[in-house]
């Protein structure tokens, strides 16, 4: 009878423990365990393949492969069950309840957008990154067609800026530079973002933001900037700057003093302060440098290929456009006073 | 009352490109004010109409210098003669004018230089016109054009040495073109009247009065 109490005590501690334990044996189940497979799309196809270059550094891979697929066990795919998937909204409510708001909704689920296999924060996205896709609707001939009725230099501003920088309440926006190189050799081509093999390759086994930072500090004055710009041997690379955001909207409506220019033009030098230069790690994302403050704003050499007509004016050529102006008044104020001082010589002259 | 002699100075086509040029211009330098410190300025209620309003006054000055240059290189051909300076214009006519302006008209001398249709500058004149519509004009047009088309001419703005080279040329030649148009339009009053010299811009015809002091022209 003992014995019978005994083993219905250890039955049930048994399966207690196990159920205590059950979660925790499969929270131990490593990303590699599943990337073991899914990281060969000969083993799993290609569709199903999970590049470890761009999935292993993603806030996703911290978190981990079982907190958005937890019915996955270690018998998968064996015990022939379709994985669970954890829906965005668990994790990312604010802005899902946003993005369900908006006119978007009806139109694109949050991973027609978002590959959450790739997924990095809003200042590791380069702009051109954020405008493929918009791209992958969004037409870009129709876009720029559509914005060339009103817009002036629609292929200007529709190439230098994230349309999320209007067609949002995004905020809190920097000038990020991209380096962007020459495609071919020729004496004349169209520049494209350099990608991070690119880059490396140019740096020449040193760490790619020493292209710029020269003196290897983290930070990337306006001399160095001035260097970089005007080194011949850099002349297949240019800076290329976009007003990006920092902070992300997905609310998708456009604002309105985005129509009138004066959101980006009207700023004021003061709102152009902050810059980074962003450069492409190999996992896609990108790392930030900063860059001394108002650098964007100097004359000529800082960022030459970087000017929003009325924010980022330079105050040293103000000054001597000043100079010039004062100079033609120098003869309607000095001829004139003396003209006016001996206007009697010329009386007769009038009778 | 002295005689008078009418001259005709100026004939339609430049008249029609100097009114044109003035009124572009001066739309450049109002809006160019609020495109450059929109801040600031609120001239126009809406930035993006000071900037179509400044592209459109360009096309304006750049139509009107089109208009200029075949006028005095094809129809008139007197471009040669008219604006670039000879070497008695440099040797002795600079300063002769450069003496009238800052001395002798103060003491109520006439003005040295009597304009004909082939010689309506005087020295002076022909010097300043020829850096300004040779030069001045022509590379503030150009930098504008590429200004408001960096996309499709992005290699000529590389080749420039870049957006910043680009809006540096445009502003200090339009600062320059604006300095020049305020000692051009005090110059234009200093004739025997205020209106004297602006008059014949307008009507064509300029009226000479008969030399009445020969010892002051010099």
């Not at chain 1, 490396?200 to 710009?229: C, T």
């Not at chain 2, 150009?142 to 001419?153: D, E, F, H, I, K």
């Amino acid at each position: 009878m003992i014995t019978q109490i005994l083993n219905k005590i250890m039955q049930v501690g048994l399966l207690t423990l196990l159920l205590a334990w059950s979660p925790a044996m499969l929270a131990a189940m490593e990303n590699s365990d599943c990337t073991d497979c899914h990281g060969d799309a000969g083993t799993v196809g290609a569709a199903l393949v999970i590049e470890a270059r761009t999935f292993d550094h993603t806030a996703h891979a911290q978190v981990g492969c079982h907190a958005c697929h937890a019915s996955i066990t270690q018998d998968h795919p064996d015990d022939g069950l379709a994985p669970s998937k954890a829906s965005c909204s668990e994790c990312h409510d604010e802005v899902s309840a946003e993005y369900n708001n908006s006119l978007h909704a009806e139109n694109a689920v949050c991973s027609d957008c978002h590959n959450p296999h790739q997924v990095h924060g809003p200042t590791a996205v380069s702009g051109h990154a954020m405008n493929l896709q918009c791209a992958a609707c969004h037409v870009p001939a129709e876009v720029q067609e559509q914005h060339a009725v009103w817009l002036p230099q629609a292929d200007l501003h529709i190439s230098n800026l994230p349309c999320v920088t209007c067609h949002s309440a995004a905020d809190q926006h920097v000038i990020s530079l991209y380096l962007t190189r020459r495609q071919g050799d020729a004496l004349f081509g169209s520049f494209e973002l350099a990608s991070y093999d690119e880059l490396r390759s140019l740096a020449g086994g040193k760490p790619i933001e020493q292209l710029v930072d020269r003196n290897a500090d983290g930070y990337i004055s306006l001399a160095e900037l001035r260097l970089f710009n005007l080194d011949p041997q850099n002349k297949q690379l240019r800076l290329q700057g976009m007003m990006t955001p920092e902070r992300l909207s997905h609310d998708f409506i456009s604002q309105d003093d985005r129509w009138d220019c004066s959101f980006c033009h009207a700023s004021g030098p003061e709102a152009m302060q902050v810059s980074y230069l962003s450069l492409a790690e190999p996992d896609g994302s990108f790392r930030r440098v900063a860059v001394e403050q108002g650098a964007v704003l100097d004359a000529l050499y800082g960022t030459p290929d970087f000017y929003m007509v009325g924010s980022t004016r330079s105050t040293a050529l103000n000054y001597v456009g000043l100079v010039i102006l004062a100079g033609g008044l120098v003869m309607p104020i000095g001829h004139g006073t003396l003209r006016f001082l001996t206007r009697k010589n010329r009386k007769h002259e009038e009778e | 009352m002295s005689p008078k002699n009418r001259i005709y100075l100026q004939p339609t086509p430049v008249r029609i490109w100097h009114w044109l040029n003035a009124l572009g211009i001066i739309t450049l330098c109002i809006t160019a004010v609020q495109i450059r410190f929109p801040e600031h300025v609120h001239l126009f209620e809406n930035y993006k109409d000071a900037i179509l309003l400044h592209n459109a006054a360009g096309l304006v000055v750049t139509f009107s210098f089109t208009l200029w240059f075949i006028y005095y290189a094809l129809v008139s051909r007197s471009m040669f003669k008219v604006y670039v300076p000879s070497v008695d214009d440099l040797q002795n006519g600079i300063l002769r004018q450069a003496k009238f302006y800052l001395l002798t008209y103060f003491l109520g001398w006439a003005n040295p230089h009597h304009p004909t249709p082939d010689n309506k500058f005087n020295p002076m004149q022909k010097s300043a016109y020829l850096a300004i519509m040779f030069l001045l004009v022509p590379l503030v047009s150009l930098t504008g054009l590429l200004l408001t088309n960096v996309s499709p001419m992005r290699d000529l703005v590389l080749l420039v040495g870049g957006l910043k080279i680009l809006i540096a040329m445009h502003f200090l030649l339009a600062c320059s073109l604006c300095a020049f148009l305020f000692t051009h339009v005090y110059l234009a009053t200093l004739g025997k009247t205020a209106m004297a010299y602006i008059k014949p811009m307008w009507t064509g015809w300029e009226e000479e009065e008969a030399e009445e002091h020969p010892h002051h022209s010099t």
